[in-house]
Each structure stands twice: as C-alpha cells, then as structure tokens.
T-cell receptor, first 111, second 116 residues
Framework: RKEVEQDPGPFNVPEGATVAFNCTYS??????FFWYRQDCRKEPKLLMS???SGNEDGRFTAQLNRASQYISLLIRDSKLSDSATYLC????????????FGKGTHLIIQP | GAVVSQHPSWVICKSGTSVKIECRSL??????MFWYRQFPKQSLMLMAT?????????EQGVEKDKFLINHASLTLSTLTVTSAHPEDSSFYIC????????????FGAGTRLSVL
C-alpha cells in the first residue's frame, strides 16, 4: 500500500474556477502535513502547511481529517499561474525525518 | 523562507565517472539534511538522511557505497554518485529543515544528472 496517495490528474480547469484535490496517507502516526508545489523540472516549493483546524492562505485552503487520514487543498479563483503539480507531503516523525511525498496532482488552468 | 543552494544544476557525464553534488544552507545551520531522487513522472523518494559529524542514514534499497554522503559542517552536505551508470540518471534534490517537530523543509534547486 502506498504511503501517500493522490489522484495524478491532470485536472483541466478554466481560469477563475474553484478546484479541490485530496490526498490520503497510510501512516496513522504521521505528525506533519504539507502541500508543496512543483513546476516542471524544478524543485518543490512549500505552498502551505496543513493544520488540524484547517487553514487558509489567500485563495488556498487546506484541511486535515486525521480520523479518515486525508488532506485536502482547495484553490479558489484559479489563475493561469496556478498550473503546476501539487504534492501532498507527510512527515511521519520528528524534525529529523525525511518527508514522504505523494506522486502529485497535475493541474492545468486553461484561459 | 530559508535558502538552500545546490550545485551543479545540471551534469552530463560518461558512464563510470563520479559526480559530486553540493548542498548548502545559506542563512541557517542544518544538523540534518536530506537527499531525494525523482525519476520522470514519479514522486520524490528519500535516499538518505545526512547527519552533521556522523554517518548518513540510508533508506532501504539505496547503496551507501554508491551514493557517498559527507556532512562535514553545519552548512554543507555533499552527495557523490560513484561510478555512475545510465540508470543513475535522475533529478537529485537536497533539503534542509528549519526548526524541530513539524519543521518545514526547504529544497535546493536540484541537480539533473544524465549519464551517457
């Protein structure tokens, strides 16, 4: 069973629309959760951490459901520049542990 | 955010040669750095955890004698791919964490290795 699973997409969405993706993780002891964004042939960049109470950063909203072991990301009023691969990332240990990445969800915003 | 510098960004080499990749934390000290590898259309996979002043911890299936890691200072970790072969061609990325539990990791720009 894969540790972090995401729908790879691609999701083709018109500019201005709202789009959401989910991610599930298998390790119930996981402690930290993040969404990273990766552009083609570039390194991942942190989009936002995900907190149990849910959190929002501008057009982006992240939520965590520990009971069901899934994480979601909602993007409102999507922009062309939002086109990228969104990586669901889990840290199962403390600060000394490496991250576990999902394969990513490919998002394409169409004009 | 914190800055992690990784060099070189792109390497083309012949089969059998060794390639060294450097990862530096520019504005913070990192006792732990991480090395990942990403094949096309695949997720990033943790290769090893680099610990300052001690031996690296390798993930299952990663050959420690092939991927040599040195973390001699709090701001520099190096990964050497020894006797590289075409199957080692990949995108190698390092990261360093800031803070403790729940820390955020910042990534270097990555090194694209192509072995001919």
């Amino acid at each position: 069973r894969k540790e972090v699973e995401q729908d790879p997409g691609p999701f083709n969405v018109p500019e201005g629309a709202t789009v959401a993706f989910n991610c599930t993780y298998s390790n119930s002891a996981s402690q930290s959760f993040f969404w990273y964004r990766q552009d083609c042939r570039k390194e991942p960049k942190l989009l936002m951490s995900v907190y149990s109470s849910g959190n929002e950063d501008g057009r982006f909203t992240a939520q965590l459901n520990r009971a069901s072991q899934y994480i979601s990301l909602l993007i409102r009023d999507s922009k062309l520049s939002d086109s990228a691969t969104y990586l669901c990332v889990v840290n199962s240990g403390g600060g000394a542990d490496g991250l576990t990445f999902g394969k990513g969800t490919h998002l394409i915003i169409q004009p | 955010g914190a800055v992690v510098s990784q060099h070189p960004s792109w390497v083309i080499c012949k089969s059998g040669t060794s390639v060294k990749i450097e990862c530096r934390s520019l504005d913070f000290q990192a006792t732990t750095m991480f090395w990942y590898r990403q094949f096309p259309k695949q997720s990033l996979m943790l290769m090893a955890t680099s610990n300052e002043g001690s031996k690296a911890t390798y993930e299952q299936g990663v050959e420690k004698d092939k991927f040599l890691i040195n973390h001699a200072s709090l701001t520099l970790s190096t990964l050497t791919v020894t006797s590289a072969h075409p199957e080692d061609s990949s995108f190698y990325i390092c990261s360093a964490g800031v803070g403790g539990l729940g820390n955020i990791q910042y990534f270097g720009a990555g090194t694209r290795l192509s072995v001919l």
